[in-house]
């Protein structure tokens, strides 16, 4: 168990759809990262955030967005979901974001879009 | 743009044998980390090892070590005495540390590996 928590497990939904998902950080740790595993495009980094401040972004869709709320939990929301959404979303947190930092991953997210 | 390969989609390996996992990365940078990060059946994320660039010294965790090779920019990993838990998709990632602010994980396609009994 990584201390990272996120909710909910699986998500089916339909195109069109708009979903919300949760994460919580380890204790401690100020920095979120989300990151997307699909069959075709692998492992990717969306975005991350520091202490409620955006700080980098990756191959995030205009119609993905995300926030870290002041407890510093995440949310990533995808809306007009595609069948090509489908996908497990992990959350990482880490203490301050740097590089030297390990990474610690939540258990993920499995999107279904039908 | 930094790229991670892994030239190896599948692999297995006999329970108690050595086995040794390939990767290769593309960058400009000097200063970096790369990691190698294994997901079992379970999908969990779990970081194996890491290595800094600047080191030149092997990192090694019991019984996983890399090979680092910088000018080759290779950073294979060795799991010795495979157990079946052992048998799990193996990441190789890259993260660029510019003490800028982009501290993504870039990953390679992934090797599955298979320990046999």
């Known amino acids: 168990d990584s201390g990272v928590t996120q909710t909910p497990k699986h998500l089916i939904t339909a195109t069109g759809q708009r979903v919300t998902l949760r994460c919580s950080p380890r204790s401690g740790d100020l920095s979120v990262y989300w990151y997307q595993q699909s069959l075709d495009q692998g492992l990717q980094f969306l975005i991350q955030?520091?202490?409620?401040?955006?700080?980098a972004k990756g191959n995030i869709l205009e119609r993905f967005s995300a926030q870290q709320f002041p407890d510093l939990h995440s949310e990533l929301n995808l809306s007009s979901l595609e069948l090509g959404d489908s996908a497990l979303y992990f959350c990482?947190?880490?203490?301050?974001?740097?590089?030297?930092?390990?990474?610690?991953f939540g258990p993920g997210t499995r999107l279904t879009v039908t | 743009a930094q790229t991670v390969t892994q030239s190896q989609p599948e692999m297995s390996v006999q329970e108690a044998e050595t086995v040794t996992l390939s990767c290769t990365y593309d960058t400009s940078e000097s200063n970096y980390y790369l990691f190698w990060y294994k997901q079992p059946p379970s999908r969990q994320m779990i970081l194996v090892i890491r290595q800094e660039a600047y080191k030149q010294q092997n990192a090694t965790e019991n019984r996983f070590s890399v090979n680092f090779q910088k000018a080759a920019k290779s950073f294979s990993l060795k799991i010795s005495d495979s157990q079946l838990g052992d048998t799990a998709m193996y990441f190789c990632a890259f993260m660029i540390n510019s003490g800028g602010s982009n501290y993504k994980l870039t990953f390679g396609k992934g090797t599955l590996l298979t320990v046999n009994p």
């Open positions: 955030y520091y202490n409620g401040e955006e700080r």
């Open positions: 990482a947190s880490s203490v301050s974001g740097t590089a030297k930092e390990e990474q610690y």
